[in-house]
């Protein structure tokens, strides 16, 4: 369907002097799609959704919270126990920042697995990164607004991870601070950049979804399509399809809301901050967990924090460390197995980074740590080398249709 | 790059002379990017800490009422400043240490003014946390002076860094003794 093809005649004159229907027709609707994408293309959608949550939450909560170290706690505490409906729109909020996440590292495994990262979607997959950067960092600041024992001592030890710098370090921190220590105006800069960081991670979306539009989706057996025999239109193929997955998401979500909302939050954090006490024991949300693993790792502080943010900028450079060809793990036997060690690895980092420093644990995330980065700098570059993969079919249609490759 | 129109022709030489227009290119690009960078700093200056905040440098501590072997934890710049009345094997202890043994060698003379009261910044020189060892019965680590629970890294009766990740000792913030029971802090 084309531009003069919209039955309203009022978006049709719309549509002549602003061409936004027929753009979004065309990226939503006509965009031609691989036929044989499975479930794991769900959670790029799923990503967005969240973000679409959390915005609309965290707008609203902004209009009962207070950011002032006097008053950050009570007015959390009241928009639980006061504000019409506060609770269920703070847990939402609370609850999707983890199921985003969630999200988010089924879709960077989705990536992994399938080779999608691979040319031509190098810059694709770079714009994710930095919007998984861009996550991170906006969900580390809204964690310290409620102004907790665990708001608190989460952000000083994040923010001393700067003072590691040699020279510039311990300026660096005081003017992340705005004072000696993590202090009010510390957290009205904090509050100032968690409301702007998601509408920043929007724009960065935009061009993600660009730049995907561009060769399109990658798919399961991750050849490129060869014509319009081997896709299908985005509508309503795969709204239908996405449609479902936002149902599944949201009865989980809703679930832990209204079950489970504490479940992957800390209970140190209903203490208000005290900054002459650092609890006993202070572990990052879950999310974080893996790379406090790698920090904790090593025995040297500046050793700590490069190698924790080395492990975010090794996923920049992964397009030219795995030079295999073949992007899909179905046709590639050693890397498969690899993928899985890797899987397995990161879920321990994460287990890992929950424990604490002492012990068994220590060696277990040295081990861990050292695994993570073999599997990028060694194994991934040696297996495009080395390993024989399996031959290719010759389009997305053949392996169902036969040799023809003709849809019907 | 723009270019002038005097080096149009190649067969002048390789390099090619720099016009008139290119030096005023360079120089509009040039003010621009000081323009932006004057203007950028006072956008970034303004994190620093606030007139207000630098203000509250100094507070006064009455040490009179600690006895022996006990510590205070005073708030000084919004950190936790640690104040212990040393016992004479406390001191002894900090004094015999060889320096070699130490990552950052410090005699506990030139971190004590009167030995029997230490004088510490509360933070862990690692990532910031408050180390216990403070009130009786809590964790004194390895070295009976400080440990942090957050990363392990043990301190000894100076407040020397002994094990673990912390680079450095405890900081000895600047204080002088006003008489023998008041200290000035900052």
Known sequence: ?408 | MAKSDTNKNPAKGDVQEPGRRDFIVVATYAMAGLGAAAVAWPLIDQLNPAADTLALANIEVDISKIAVGQSITVKWRGKPVFIRHRTADEIARANATNLDDLRDPQVDTARAEKPEYLVLVGVCTHLGCVPLGQKTGEVRGDYDGWFCPCHGSHYDTSGRIRKGPAPTNLEVPPYNFLSDSVVRIG
């Open chain 1, 1 to 408: 369907m084309s531009a003069n093809q919209f039955k309203s005649p009022v978006v049709r004159w719309i549509d002549h002097r602003l061409p936004v229907f027929s753009m979004l027709h065309h990226t939503a609707h006509d965009y031609p799609t691989p036929k044989n994408l499975n479930y794991m293309w769900n959670f790029g959608s799923l990503a967005g959704l969240s973000l679409a949550i959390m915005i609309v939450t965290g707008i609203v909560l902004a209009m009962s919270y207070t950011a002032h170290v006097d008053y950050a706690f009570d007015s959390v505490e009241r928009i639980m126990r006061d504000v019409n409906h506060g609770w269920m729109i703070r847990y939402i909020h609370m609850n999707t920042a983890s199921f985003f996440f969630i999200v988010v590292y089924l879709h960077m495994f989705r990536g992994l697995y399938y080779g999608s990262y691979k040319a031509p979607r190098e810059l694709l997959w770079m714009l994710g990164v930095v919007i998984f950067l861009l996550m991170m960092a906006t969900a580390f600041m809204g964690y310290v607004l409620p102004w907790g024992q665990m708001s608190f001592w989460g952000a000083t030890v994040i923010t001393n991870l700067f003072s590691a710098i040699p020279y510039v370090g311990e300026s660096i921190v005081t003017l992340l601070w705005g004072g000696f220590s993590v202090d009010n105006a510390t957290l009205n800069r904090f509050f100032s950049l968690h409301y702007l960081m998601p509408f920043i991670i929007a724009g960065v979306v935009v061009l993600h979804i660009v730049a995907l539009h561009r060769f399109g989706s990658n798919n399961p057996i991750g050849i490129d399509t060869k014509g319009p025999q081997d896709t299908i239109s985005f509508h309503p193929y795969y709204t239908i399809k996405d449609v479902f997955g936002i149902a599944v998401f949201l009865l989980l979500l809703a679930t832990a809301v209204f079950f489970f909302p504490n479940a992957m939050g800390h209970p140190d954090n209903y203490i208000p901050a005290n900054a002459m006490q650092t609890p006993a024991h202070i572990v990052p949300e879950w999310y974080f967990l893996p790379f406090y693993a790698i920090l904790r790792a090593v025995p040297d502080k500046l050793g700590g924090v490069l190698l924790m943010f080395g492990a975010i900028a090794v996923l920049f450079i992964l397009p030219w460390l795995d030079r295999s060809p073949v992007r899909s793990a179905r046709f590639r036997p050693l890397f498969r197995i690899f993928f899985w060690l890797f899987f397995v690895n990161a879920i321990a980092l994460g287990y890992l980074g929950g424990k604490p420093a002492e012990g068994i644990y220590v060696i277990l995330s040295r081990v861990a740590t050292a695994w993570y980065f073999l599997h990028f700098l060694a194994i991934l570059p040696l297996l495009s080398m080395f390993e024989t993969t399996k031959p290719l079919p010759k389009s997305i249609s053949e392996p169902v249709l036969g040799s023809s490759g003709r849809a019907a």
